[in-house]
């Protein structure tokens, strides 16, 4: 994969304008934080980059693809955006077996090893509707790697985790960086986001207002 290319893309819902002629290049093997309070467009940003929403004006390039023209979606991409959602009579191994025949299968040991990973391997015969916030939030981080994706989009990834869980996303984080993944993070914690990101783009009122490369002495 090439990496995505922003051009002065614009949204605008119910006449208010949530994202203003943002530009930006990411590139793969890199980390991308996106830092902002609520409302900044962070989001909003991230929905446009993975296909949910479209551009009123601008546009988003994948691989020289324009999403919503070309491509309704990126090619190959896992993402964790706000909460999680699965189908509750279905256990956490069940959930991603459905998810996993859609794009041609994992297998089951393959599958359990990936909610080990999560620290969900004693709960993959338990039913999703009996998992605790943090377990949920494992599992959607399970789904999201799942099949080592191109693009990774992850919106607040720590959400209702306890150390050894934030521990445990940091790494597969960084695993999925190490293998040549493009990497795009929120996260409130600014400490694990400037610890995580080799840029960091921050937003205010959907503009992007500072671009800070890892090592620059000043903003870009």
Do not use: W
Not at 52 to 59: C, Q
Not at 86 to 114: P, V
Not at 125 to 153: F, H, T, W
């Amino acid at each position: 994969m090439n990496g995505i290319e922003i051009k002065e893309l614009s949204k605008v819902i119910r006449k208010n304008m949530v994202l203003d002629g943002i530009s930006m290049k990411m590139i793969p093997g890199r980390i991308y934080g996106f830092r902002g309070i609520n409302g900044s467009g962070k989001t909003m940003l991230m929905r446009c980059i993975i296909g949910l929403i479209h551009a009123t004006e601008g546009s988003v390039i994948i691989d020289g693809k324009v999403i919503g023209k070309d491509i309704e979606f990126p090619e190959s991409i896992g993402f964790l955006l706000e909460n999680p959602a699965f189908l509750d009579g279905y256990t956490g191994l069940q959930n991603l077996r459905m998810l996993t025949s859609l794009k041609g299968g994992m297998s089951d040991e393959e599958l359990i090893k990936l909610l080990e990973r999560v620290g969900l391997k004693d709960a993959a015969g338990k039913k999703y509707k009996k998992y605790s916030l943090g377990m949920k939030q494992r599992l959607g981080i399970a789904a999201a790697v799942m099949e080592n994706p191109d693009i990774l989009v992850l919106d607040e990834p720590t959400n209702a985790l306890d150390t050894e869980g934030i521990e445990c996303v940091k790494k597969i984080i960084l695993e999925q960086k190490e293998r040549g993944a493009l990497i795009i993070l929120s996260c409130h914690d600014t400490d694990i986001l400037i610890n995580l990101s080799d840029e960091i783009f921050r937003l205010e009122n959907g503009k992007v207002v500072e671009h800070i490369k890892k090592g620059d002495n000043e903003d870009e």
